[in-house]
């Protein structure tokens, strides 16, 4: 699985964004996906997750309420929709893929692709 992440940017606090990302694979909806991010001098860590029907999502407390994952299996895309957002969201965004039918990861260590990240930059 091949994924491409975009829409990173610079924005000022309070403005919304929306990340995509494209994968590569013609069984995307065996995947579950993920998005992480990694802030500079700081371990990567979970954003939010979406199982492979896209009934089922989950995010980190820091981020909860304020983005929102999406997923189309037509084309194959995951979205982030990051509202409210603040400058400790910046970060370095990644979005990975498991292979999973079930209750999607929330750890680095449980996906097993990642795409090359997108750099969102929040300004106070």
């Known amino acids: 699985v091949q994924l491409q992440a975009s829409g990173g940017g610079l924005v000022q606090a309070g403005d919304s964004l929306r990340l995509s990302c494209a994968a590569s694979t013609g069984t995307f909806n065996n995947y579950a996906l993920g998005w992480f991010r990694q802030a500079p001098g700081k371990e990567r860590e979970f954003v939010s997750s979406i199982n492979w029907a896209g009934n089922a999502a989950y995010y980190s407390d820091s981020v909860k309420g304020r983005f929102t994952i999406s997923r189309k299996n037509a084309p194959n895309t995951v979205y982030l929709e990051m509202n409210s957002l603040k400058p400790e969201d910046t970060g370095v965004y990644y979005c990975?893929?498991?292979?999973?039918?079930?209750?999607?990861?929330?750890?680095?260590?449980?996906?097993?692709?990642w795409g090359p990240g997108t750099l969102v930059t929040v300004s106070s």
């Open positions: 990975a893929a498991e292979l999973r039918i079930g209750i999607p990861g929330q750890k680095v260590d449980e996906f097993d692709f």
